[in-house]
């Protein structure tokens, strides 16, 4: 355990640039060896990892320090995203962030039960004022977990600035034991003008590398011309554990002179959605691998990139030769690079890249349009990244809205005609997109007469289902007129395989119980400790409404001695 103790109320110069940032300040927030399994800045599904995951043995439980003093600033509990999250502004203008947290420390704990119970809610955001809660470097503050979406125990840290940006926190000196290379799956060329090709074709090539005595790779000797980009799939491994973990940095030569960097040091949450841009996101979604463009296009915001040397895009010219070189590196400078001997020569005739025409053509630029009388389409300007043909289909209820290779930026609005429905049908009925073939999850819905709509981010099959069941409720550790003294928590299960749950709502002798709820397993539970009830009858009250209305309930009574 940490037993540092610093003055909260101190003054320290504000010290942004990348050099001048302090190494010193933070500690590491757990007591066990640093170990991650996320870093900065790696790529993940429609966003960039803005913190580090740091191993917890694959258990809950583990006390979390306060990584420097400061004051708790915010407290938000949610069932999806960070779950259980912690944030902890500092003296220097920089804030932690503690995620995925089984429980708070006891006093924090107190704080959050008495809003929620007031609230009678389990989700909440609170903002404490100044000096309420305030912590030293070191104070226990909670206790990792796997709440939110997380997909195992962790803890999830972040720094962020003044501005709200996540950093990388290992430029504060939190270290981790790194001494291997970056590892290259693949790598790839891509043909960017009109006239232009690579070995004489227009699509992206998967160009074959070889390793080399020094560590590095050379690829096979590729003849081009006009312009082209290449792209890398690489990963990065630590010495503690074999997660495939994201990469610090990549730079990008030719002939020896720097034409693009990207690192991941800080980039805002305004921008994190860019990450679609930077990858092959159609590659991504038919292979599940994610090769990063070494080359900037347009609409392409992302301040990650450093050296920009025409967008790192290269002009071949006929009878040339070029040396291409790129540079991997992770954070502790373990370094692999890849060599691209380049010739400028003209090929006859180019294999064209595949286009498929429609007579549905959207423009990045401009808000579009589909209507077909059942279905309608709205597609506001800047949600595509480039001018599309679009592949659009209705038929009967169902609509085929292009495919999930495109990525979209922002939402667009998916509207069903439903006036073909009684009245007292419409109740039942929601938007849902259809996947795997016969499979289908729920699109949030809203209803306005006789349209139906959902926004959504996700190209895709889209239809209209109904919802007459009702919510499953299963109880785990209560049964009628049973006695569970013992217990140290109370367990129900509930589960809807249709719409989803909406909400639930849970009572002992009439008063609100907050239950704890965890999509992960349809798991809710009560912790005994909140002495809701005195009594040794209770009388326990269970509903759950599901995202149409269906309403189950569940009611028994359990004896229980304090």
């Given at each position: 355990?940490?037993?540092?103790?610093?003055?909260?109320?101190?003054?320290?110069?504000?010290?942004?640039?990348?050099?001048?940032?302090?190494?010193?300040?933070?500690?590491?927030?757990?007591?066990?060896?640093?170990?991650?399994?996320?870093?900065?800045?790696?790529?993940?599904?429609?966003?960039?990892?803005?913190?580090?995951?740091?191993?917890?043995?694959?258990?809950?439980?583990?006390?979390?320090?306060?990584?420097?003093?400061?004051?708790?600033?915010?407290?938000?509990?949610?069932?999806?995203?960070?779950?259980?999250?912690?944030?902890?502004?500092?003296?220097?203008?920089?804030?932690?962030?503690?995620?995925?947290?089984?429980?708070?420390?006891?006093?924090?704990?107190?704080?959050?039960?008495?809003?929620?119970?007031?609230?009678?809610?389990?989700?909440?955001?609170?903002?404490?004022t100044s000096g309420s809660l305030t912590v030293n470097?070191?104070?226990?503050?909670?206790y990792s977990g796997n709440t939110g979406g997380s997909?195992?125990?962790?803890?999830?840290?972040?720094?962020?600035?003044?501005?709200?940006?996540?950093?990388?926190?290992?430029?504060?000196?939190?270290?981790v034991k790194d001494t291997r290379k970056p590892i290259?799956?693949?790598?790839?060329?891509?043909?960017?003008?009109?006239?232009?090709?690579?070995?004489?074709?227009?699509?992206?090539?998967?160009?074959?590398?070889?390793?080399?005595?020094?560590?590095?790779?050379?690829?096979?000797?590729?003849?081009?011309?006009?312009?082209?980009?290449?792209?890398?799939?690489?990963?990065?491994?630590?010495?503690?554990?074999?997660?495939?973990?994201?990469?610090?940095?990549?730079?990008?030569?030719?002939?020896?002179?720097?034409?693009?960097?990207?690192?991941?040091?800080?980039?805002?949450?305004?921008?994190?959605?860019?990450?679609?841009?930077?990858?092959?996101?159609?590659?991504?979604?038919?292979?599940?691998?994610?090769?990063?463009?070494?080359?900037?296009?347009?609409?392409?915001?992302?301040?990650?990139?450093?050296?920009?040397?025409?967008?790192?895009?290269?002009?071949?010219?006929?009878?040339?030769?070029?040396?291409?070189?790129?540079?991997?590196?992770?954070?502790?400078?373990?370094?692999?690079?890849?060599?691209?001997?380049?010739?400028?020569?003209?090929?006859?005739?180019?294999?064209?890249?595949?286009?498929?025409?429609?007579?549905?053509?959207?423009?990045?630029?401009?808000?579009?349009?589909?209507?077909?009388?059942?279905?309608?389409?709205?597609?506001?300007?800047?949600?595509?990244?480039?001018?599309?043909?679009?592949?659009?289909?209705?038929?009967?209820?169902?609509?085929?809205?292009?495919?999930?290779?495109?990525?979209?930026?922002?939402?667009?609005?998916?509207?069903?005609?439903?006036?073909?429905?009684?009245?007292?049908?419409?109740?039942?009925?929601?938007?849902?997109?259809?996947?795997?073939?016969?499979?289908?999850?729920?699109?949030?819905?809203?209803?306005?007469?006789?349209?139906?709509?959902?926004?959504?981010?996700?190209?895709?099959?889209?239809?209209?289902?109904?919802?007459?069941?009702?919510?499953?409720?299963?109880?785990?550790?209560?049964?009628?007129?049973?006695?569970?003294?013992?217990?140290?928590?109370?367990?129900?299960?509930?589960?809807?395989?249709?719409?989803?749950?909406?909400?639930?709502?849970?009572?002992?002798?009439?008063?609100?119980?907050?239950?704890?709820?965890?999509?992960?397993?349809?798991?809710?539970?009560?912790?005994?400790?909140?002495?809701?009830?005195?009594?040794?009858?209770?009388?326990?009250?269970?509903?759950?409404?599901?995202?149409?209305?269906?309403?189950?309930?569940?009611?028994?009574?359990?004896?229980?001695?304090?």
């Amino acid at each position: 355990m940490y037993k540092i103790s610093v003055l909260f109320f101190f003054s320290i110069s504000f010290c942004f640039g990348q050099k001048d940032l302090a190494t010193d300040y933070f500690i590491h927030p757990l007591d066990v060896p640093m170990v991650i399994s996320g870093t900065f800045g790696e790529l993940r599904s429609n966003h960039f990892h803005s913190g580090l995951d740091m191993k917890t043995n694959g258990e809950e439980g583990l006390k979390v320090y306060a990584a420097a003093s400061g004051r708790i600033s915010r407290i938000k509990i949610s069932h999806r995203g960070y779950g259980k999250a912690l944030y902890v502004s500092h003296p220097n203008g920089y804030t932690t962030v503690y995620a995925h947290l089984k429980k708070f420390a006891p006093e924090i704990e107190e704080y959050v039960k008495k809003r929620q119970y007031a609230k009678e809610s389990y989700e909440i955001e609170l903002f404490p004022t100044s000096g309420s809660l305030t912590v030293n470097q070191g104070d226990i503050i909670a206790y990792s977990g796997n709440t939110g979406g997380s997909s195992g125990p962790h803890l999830h840290f972040e720094i962020r600035d003044q501005k709200a940006r996540p950093m990388n926190p290992l430029n504060f000196g939190i270290e981790v034991k790194d001494t291997r290379k970056p590892i290259v799956n693949s790598l790839w060329a891509y043909t960017l003008g009109e006239n232009g090709h690579v070995n004489g074709t227009q699509k992206p090539i998967k160009l074959k590398i070889t390793p080399q005595s020094d560590g590095s790779f050379k690829s096979e000797k590729i003849t081009a011309m006009g312009t082209i980009g290449f792209g890398v799939s690489t990963i990065d491994k630590q010495d503690l554990a074999e997660n495939n973990n994201g990469i610090y940095e990549i730079s990008t030569y030719i002939n020896g002179q720097e034409n693009l960097r990207l690192e991941m040091n800080r980039f805002s949450f305004a921008e994190t959605r860019y990450a679609n841009r930077l990858i092959d996101y159609g590659y991504f979604k038919k292979n599940r691998s994610r090769i990063s463009k070494l080359f900037i296009e347009q609409n392409n915001p992302l301040t990650i990139y450093k050296n920009k040397v025409n967008n790192g895009v290269l002009a071949i010219e006929d009878s040339l030769s070029y040396k291409y070189t790129i540079s991997v590196r992770d954070h502790e400078n373990n370094t692999t690079t890849i060599n691209i001997p380049i010739l400028g020569k003209t090929i006859l005739p180019i294999t064209k890249k595949d286009i498929v025409k429609t007579t549905n053509y959207a423009r990045s630029t401009e808000n579009y349009t589909y209507n077909s009388g059942i279905v309608d389409v709205f597609i506001p300007k800047g949600s595509l990244y480039d001018d599309t043909y679009l592949n659009l289909s209705v038929q009967g209820e169902t609509a085929k809205i292009h495919n999930n290779r495109t990525p979209l930026h922002k939402k667009m609005t998916i509207a069903f005609d439903v006036s073909n429905y009684k009245e007292e049908d419409r109740k039942k009925l929601y938007i849902g997109r259809i996947y795997n073939s016969k499979k289908h999850s729920f699109s949030d819905t809203s209803k306005k007469g006789n349209r139906f709509y959902t926004r959504t981010r996700t190209f895709g099959t889209y239809s209209l289902f109904t919802d007459y069941q009702k919510p499953i409720i299963v109880p785990i550790n209560v049964a009628n007129k049973k006695w569970i003294s013992t217990a140290t928590h109370l367990k129900i299960k509930i589960n809807d395989s249709q719409s989803g749950i909406k909400s639930y709502r849970g009572t002992i002798n009439g008063k609100f119980i907050l239950l704890e709820y965890d999509y992960k397993t349809g798991m809710l539970i009560y912790d005994f400790n909140d002495i809701i009830s005195t009594e040794s009858e209770n009388n326990f009250k269970l509903v759950v409404l599901d995202n149409v209305g269906n309403r189950a309930t569940f009611e028994t009574t359990f004896y229980r001695k304090l």
